[in-house]
């Protein structure tokens, strides 16, 4: 890819999240804005017509078959991402996909050895790992700040109406608190700990997805992790990282975080981060798949493929514990 060029994106699905990234693209210099597709050529025509791109298609086939295309996001429903991906990596696009990736690790397996096999840049949209709070707390742990980590608790649960049309509520679509919200909290906590020795977990499953989900996970010399996520209440959904000299703090909503607040081994503070979005949180994301595409790099040193099929791993075992399985895997 030329240097001095912009980087053509696609957008597939105009849903809520397409929504917020096509209005932090619109703020990404290096970004320009060229085509939507939607199931609906209507939808497809709005969406372009509020953002701005250049050009709107009825069917996401159509969109995968533009040649000017550099880069998809996919904006899709879980059980979509496969194949959505499948599609735009086989017409030689490279891909930024939504959390979670797929529905599955052997989805994911799938996806990323064609992108190996095409020489094509696929990454996971965990924009989390690319905001600056994230990367401040990454760089203290590197740094020994808070010696060796013992415990990590990270929480994402709220009160969300229950809606049976909502992808959320649907098991066709992938829906349920593990794939949506705890995939958050297991990936900080995959990427400090990596793959656990054994994972004990328990569900609340109603309807064919998981309402809320408790998760314990165990490491060698009695290190543990836990998360708690669902759809039925709030919790301060904060993370903290415990070590031997200290902890961090991840604040309210430690996935859109804004602060991270180091502390010593008697609890005291002794360094605190905040940072302003730019935009809206999302352009950080943005700026990775560009610093990526630009210099030519197939996968993301933030988001490796390693850190988002462990995560997918540890997902597959808690579904498995559950008996719970997708429509689309039976
Ligand atoms: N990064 C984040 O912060 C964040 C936040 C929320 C969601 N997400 C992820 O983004 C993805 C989409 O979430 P969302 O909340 O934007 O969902 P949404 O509002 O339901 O939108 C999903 C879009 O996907 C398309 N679609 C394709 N097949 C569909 C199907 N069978 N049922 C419904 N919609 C279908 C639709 O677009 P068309 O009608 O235009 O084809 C729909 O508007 C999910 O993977 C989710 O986990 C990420």
């Given at each position: 890819m030329q240097n001095n060029r912009k980087i053509r994106w696609g957008i597939i699905g105009t849903g809520r999240i397409a929504h917020t990234f096509a209005e932090a693209l619109s703020g990404c210099?290096?970004?320009?804005l060229y085509a939507v597709a939607s199931r609906t050529a209507q939808k497809a025509a709005d969406f372009a017509e509020k953002f701005g791109f250049l050009k709107s298609y009825g069917s996401y086939a159509e969109l995968a078959q533009d040649?000017?295309?550099?880069v998809v996001y996919i904006a899709t429903p879980m059980s979509s991402h496969c194949h959505d991906a499948k599609l735009c990596l086989a017409h030689d696009k490279n891909v930024l996909c939504e959390?979670?990736?797929?529905?599955n690790l052997h989805q994911l397996e799938e996806l990323l050895e064609l992108a190996k096999m095409k020489n094509l840049f696929f990454m996971e949209a965990m924009w989390m790992k690319c905001r600056p709070a994230y990367r401040k707390a990454m760089e203290w742990l590197k740094a020994g700040r808070?010696?060796?980590?013992?415990y990590i608790k990270a929480d994402f649960s709220n009160f969300v109406p229950f809606d049976a049309n909502d992808r959320l509520f649907r098991a066709d679509c992938g829906g349920g608190a593990l794939l949506d919200l705890a995939v958050y909290p297991l990936t900080l906590i995959y990427d400090v700990l990596a793959s656990p020795d054994s994972i004990i977990s328990n569900a609340n499953i109603q309807n064919g997805i998981d309402w809320s989900n408790h998760i314990l996970l165990r490491y060698p010399d009695g290190v543990f992790a836990s998360v708690d996520s669902g759809f039925e209440i709030p919790l301060r959904n904060n993370a903290v990282i415990s070590g031997t000299d200290g902890m961090i703090l991840f604040g309210d909503w430690f996935l859109c975080t804004r602060d991270v607040t180091l502390y010593d081994r008697a609890g005291t503070e002794t360094e605190s981060c905040h940072f302003e979005n730019r935009?809206?949180?999302?352009e950080y994301e943005i700026e990775e798949v560009h610093h990526c595409l630009k210099n030519n790099l197939k996968e993301s040193t933030l988001i490796p493929y390693q850190s988002t099929a462990g995560v997918m791993k540890i997902m597959d075992e808690c579904r498995k514990q559950w008996g719970l399985s997708f429509p689309e895997e039976s």
């Open positions: 210099e290096e970004a320009e040649e000017n295309i550099d959390k979670s990736v797929t529905l808070i010696g060796q980590v013992r935009i809206n949180g999302y």
